[in-house]
């Protein structure tokens, strides 16, 4: 017979059906024994009636979380949650599980929550719960979103490697290895590449990969190893055009996740608030939160710009624009009038950074006394600024961690529990 998932068995009343997946909930009441059997579309009931023969006593036999495949009659039963149940007339147990399981898929409602760090060691596991397979139902659902508005705007995706001969930014936070005879990188980001299919005449392009950072972080935003989002497109005006762009992006996103998987999403109203980075220190001082590091938003601070923007405007979303220059890599493009700042952005989200972007340096002689500002050395860039010597149009783009945008539209604590097997100085497994 074939499968019937159990989302489609309410059309089935009166039929006989195949089900298979996880047995989530055992009961034994005597001359009757019910099982509650889950698979990726939901749960039903089934019975197995004393009456029924020997599929009565094989159901006994079978251990929480084994995996069956059930055959027997849909029929109306009220008291069924959905109204339903199957009368079971046979059962195969396809995968039997131990009988002690490491975690509880159900976590039982009046005891402690099962401890995120046991949860991870046993990540199969703890995934079987209906609410982390909607995390990623939620991550598929963005990203879908995401690429509609991409293939409406004509953008080519590309590939960007992960394995690089030089480090891609500053070398501070780059995983080094060893690579046959010599050494290798870690990409920490696929902006150069990005930027060399601008050279390369793509105008618009995107991408999706992993991005590897070696931060010694302690912190539920930051990863060792996480999914990238990036974008990048020509002929701008400058980083507002970007940033218009990004708003876009999320909208369809959003669109995409409320007519599928989350539809009491609020879907943002754009344009987005925007205040430059000094507005953003001037209100922080106003609200008598003692200003940090005048050239960068710290952690304590972003909470706090999203919380005054929310009360001002009701927004969730803001943009910090113009940063000054120091706290940017050499490649932001610097105002004309004002080289200090730089036409960049970071977007925050309830509280968190989500996006930093801003337009690109496009032009060689600039970038190079840019990055000599900075103290870096042109010859181990020149891979790159090679890019920039045979004609290269205005452009510009953003890196969005899709990981912390899923974290705060579900409102969960960490960015490790919204991602499928986090990356962090201590975990490597499973
Ligand atoms: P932060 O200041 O929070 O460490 P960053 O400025 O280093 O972030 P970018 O280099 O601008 O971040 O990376 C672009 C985006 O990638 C960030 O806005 C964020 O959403 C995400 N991101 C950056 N670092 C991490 C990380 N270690 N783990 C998970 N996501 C990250």
Not at 92 to 97: F, H, P, R, Y
Not at 172 to 200: I, N, R, T
Not at 272 to 290: H, S, V
Not at 350 to 368: A, N, P
């Amino acid at each position: 017979m074939e499968r019937t998932q159990i989302k489609n068995l309410k059309e089935k009343i009166g039929e006989k059906v195949k089900v298979s997946g996880f047995v989530q909930v055992r009961r034994d009441q005597g001359g009757i024994k019910f099982f509650v059997v889950r698979d990726v579309t939901g749960t039903v009931q089934v019975v197995f009636l004393k009456g029924a023969g020997e599929v009565f006593n094989k159901a006994g036999e079978v251990s929480l979380e084994s995996v069956v495949s059930i055959e027997g009659l849909v029929k109306e039963e009220k008291q069924a949650p959905g109204g339903f149940e199957i009368s079971a007339e046979s059962l195969e147990i396809l995968s039997k599980a131990e009988p002690e399981l490491p975690i509880p898929v159900l976590e039982e409602k009046s005891g402690e929550p099962t401890d995120i760090t046991k949860r991870l060691d046993w990540r199969w596991v703890d995934l079987r719960k209906e609410e982390n397979l909607k995390i990623f139902k939620v991550w598929t659902e963005l990203e879908k979103g995401f690429r509609s508005y991409y293939s409406q705007q004509g953008y080519i995706q590309i590939y960007t490697p992960s394995l690089m001969g030089t480090a891609s930014e500053t070398g501070s936070d780059v995983f080094k290895l060893q690579y046959f005879e010599g050494e290798a990188y870690l990409a920490q980001s696929p902006q150069f590449y990005k930027q060399m299919a601008q050279a390369s005449g793509f105008e618009k392009v995107f991408c999706v990969g992993p991005v590897f950072r070696a931060e010694p972080s302690f912190t539920s935003r930051h990863m060792t190893e996480f999914t990238g989002w990036d974008f990048e497109l020509s002929y701008i005006d400058s980083h507002l055009d970007v940033m218009s762009e990004e708003e876009n992006l999320i909208v369809s996103g959003f669109t995409q996740l409320k007519n599928t998987v989350l539809p009491d999403l609020e879907i943002p109203s754009t344009p987005f608030p925007r205040i430059t980075m000094e507005e953003a220190k001037e209100k922080l001082n106003k609200a008598g939160i003692k200003a940090g590091r005048k050239f960068d938003i710290s952690g304590e601070e972003e909470i706090e710009i999203c919380k005054i923007i929310k009360e001002e405007t009701g927004h969730d979303f803001v943009f910090v624009t113009d940063w000054p220059a120091e706290a940017r890599p050499f490649y932001h493009m610097r105002y004309e009038d004002n080289p200090s700042l730089t036409k960049s952005f970071d977007l925050l989200y309830k509280g968190l950074e989500i996006t930093t972007g801003s337009q690109r340096e496009h032009r060689y002689d600039v970038l190079i006394s840019q990055a000599k500002e900075k103290g870096m050395s042109v010859e181990s860039l020149s891979d790159y600024l090679n890019f920039f010597k045979f004609g290269c149009p205005p452009h510009g783009g953003a890196g969005i961690g899709p990981g912390r945008l899923v974290m705060k539209i579900l409102n969960i604590p960490s960015v490790k529990e919204v991602t499928f097997l986090p990356r962090d100085v201590r975990r490597l497994k499973p």
